[in-house]
């Protein structure tokens, strides 16, 4: 069987670091899958990857069959099946959201048109770049040819910290933990939901009963978790970032456990009130290669203020990318 093509964008930044050797090692596809990898960068980082690249080398991988570094992304997602676009620009000191939006647009938009113009027709498209799930739409809005649907965005992090702070605070292991939600944009006003979680057959939010912990204390430590890996590690979160990135392209192709269910930040079809078109996260199951929405989940009022909050910012995202002529 041909390898499969997996590119991966900001190949030398941290996240980068952690991500490639797990790509190369088979733990995004599964044990039996060749894959190529394509690291794109910009041309003052390229060195840097060439040498990440010789590191890969040296790893013997033998589900490695091949590495390119390149700086141009025509070349890099020239039939690409699998695309992490990591690279993005950083908000720095004094930078309005409009600038940030603006540089994101200068990198997501070539981005996009690159993957339209040369991917592969089964290509899988994650971004975990900043602002994700607005730089996805970008992209996504880029590469008309490309099913939409193919454009995701990050928002594995946030679950993957949440059923962490759930299982400390429930003292249960996290495999105990099943269909966990995030809802809406990976940012501050995410929502991650625990009224539909599974602990050993029990209701997570019944065990909990505290409405005021989860207001006051799981939902903003699940969402300033960024700000205090900072805070400890002086520097953003890179493995678990990147473990984040393995799991949410290997649950989408190879599936996700019967009877979980996984998040992801998805065009909407307009499910659970959320505009249609707009990247926002759901929880999903995932089978034969495909996501679905879980439907049929009550919200209750809780939940409902909290997702609509976090939908209406992803709407300005898409007003303000729109009024900026970026999509
Ligand atoms: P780094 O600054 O270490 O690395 C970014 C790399 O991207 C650099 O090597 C840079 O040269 C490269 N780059 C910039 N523009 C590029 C372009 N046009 N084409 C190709 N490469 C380009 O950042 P890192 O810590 O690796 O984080 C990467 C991104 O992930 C950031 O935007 C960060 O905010 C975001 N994150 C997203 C998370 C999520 O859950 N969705 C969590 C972790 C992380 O904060």
Redesign the pocket.
């Known amino acids: 069987m041909a390898p499969v093509n997996v590119t991966v964008?900001?190949?030398?930044?941290?996240?980068?670091?952690a991500l490639l050797f797990r790509i190369a090692s088979g733990a995004l596809l599964g044990p039996d899958t060749q894959v190529s990898l394509r690291l794109?960068?910009?041309p003052?980082?390229v060195k840097?990857?060439e040498g990440t690249a010789m590191e890969l080398d040296d790893c013997a991988f033998p589900l490695l069959s091949g590495i390119e570094v390149t700086?141009d992304?025509k070349k890099a997602f020239d039939g690409a099946n699998v695309a992490l676009l990591?690279?993005?620009?950083?908000r720095t000191k004094g930078m309005e959201r409009g600038d940030l939006l603006e540089a994101n647009g200068?990198?997501f938009k070539?981005?996009g048109e690159a993957i339209n113009a040369g991917a592969a027709s089964d290509i899988r498209v994650l971004?975990?770049?900043?602002p994700?799930n607005t730089n996805a739409l970008i992209a996504q809005q880029h590469a008309p040819d490309v099913p939409a649907a193919r454009f995701t965005?990050?928002?594995?992090?946030?679950h993957n910290r949440a059923i962490s702070q759930l299982s400390s605070k429930l003292g249960v292991s996290v495999g105990d933990i099943k269909r966990l939600a995030i809802w809406g944009n990976?940012s501050a006003t995410q929502y991650p939901d625990v009224f539909h979680t599974d602990v050993n057959g029990k209701s997570a939010a019944d065990i909990v009963n505290d409405e005021t912990w989860l207001a006051e204390s799981f939902i903003p430590t699940v969402a300033k978790r960024?700000a205090a890996i900072i805070e400890a590690r002086g520097?953003?979160?890179?493995a678990?970032?990147a473990n984040?990135a393995i799991d949410h392209i290997h649950d989408w192709v190879l599936g996700t456990p019967a009877g979980d269910w996984t998040s992801m930040a998805i065009p909407s079809d307009g499910s659970y009130g959320v505009p249609e078109g707009i990247i926002s996260s759901f929880p999903v199951t995932c089978q034969g290669g495909e996501y679905s929405i879980v439907q049929g989940l009550e919200i209750n009022e809780f939940s409902r203020t909290r997702i609509d909050a976090s939908v209406a910012e992803l709407v300005e995202e898409r007003d303000a990318v729109r009024a900026l002529g970026l999509i």
């Open positions: 964008t900001g190949a030398a930044g941290q996240i980068g670091y794109l960068e910009i003052q980082a840097a990857a700086d992304a990591v690279g993005a620009r950083p200068g990198i070539p981005q971004v975990v770049g900043n994700a965005a990050m928002t594995r992090l946030d990976h960024g520097a953003s979160s890179a678990s970032a984040a």
